[in-house]
């Protein structure tokens, strides 16, 4: 039988796994189709010429200001709803006495945790504002605090979870897809090296 502190610690890297899963993909483009056998290269995004600077409290404000408004932020409360949900199942399929009213008071103490330590010094928007002023100028902070305040933006933030989940079942579908044909090709050159397959 597990105990709740295991419990707990598998929920929560169950959790940052699948967020940081969801992180890669929402960051990867996809790459743009061309007759070209080659590949494409994937080059580092460029640093911020000011990324070695402190970073001043005007903009660390528009850095939050960005978070809050492209929807970076929720990263938090889906940790948390991912945690809870975790959390509870791991405790049903272990302690199945334990009353279901019980299950509302984790996801309580979950979400509070997570709420306290959000905007806390060394907080999530913390760590979001350095990594943020890493890569982007203030100056592309503001540019991107106006798109996702456009409506246009806020549609973008409404719908990227959706567009994510239907992206990945696209892949994977396109994926299978062409399977066999690389399959055969990477048989077919290995042959042709001497190597039987």
């Known amino acids: 039988m597990y105990s709740y502190s295991k419990i707990t ?3 929560v890297w169950a959790c940052l796994l699948a967020l940081g899963c ?3 993909l929402a960051q990867t483009e996809p790459e743009a189709s061309t007759s070209s056998p080659n590949p494409t290269i994937m080059v580092p995004a460029p640093l911020n010429p000011a990324a070695g600077q402190p970073i ?3 903009e660390r404000s528009d850095i939050a200001a960005l978070l809050h408004a492209s929807g970076a932020i929720n990263i938090a409360r889906t940790f948390s709803v991912n945690l809870t949900i975790q959390i509870s ?3 049903k399929k272990s302690r199945p006495d334990i009353p279901a009213g019980v299950f509302d008071l984790i996801g309580d103490e979950v979400n509070k945790v997570v709420a306290a330590s ?3 010094k060394g907080g999530l928007v913390d760590l979001y504002v ?6 982007f100028t203030r100056d592309e902070i503001k ?3 106006v798109f996702y305040s456009s409506p246009l933006g806020r549609k973008m933030q409404s719908v990227s979870p959706s ?3 239907d992206s990945v079942a696209v892949g994977q579908r396109w994926g299978q897809m062409i399977s066999p044909q690389i399959q055969q090709r990477v048989r077919e050159r290995l042959q042709q090296s001497g190597v039987n397959m």
């Open 9 to 11: 610690q598998k929920a």
């Open 56 to 58: 001043s409290a005007d």
């Open 143 to 145: 540019q991107l605090t």
């Open 163 to 165: 567009l994510l989940r």
């Open 89 to 91: 199942e791991m405790l």
């Open 118 to 120: 959000l905007e806390a």
């Open 22 to 24: 969801q992180v890669v």
């Open 130 to 135: 350095q990594l943020y002023h890493k890569y």
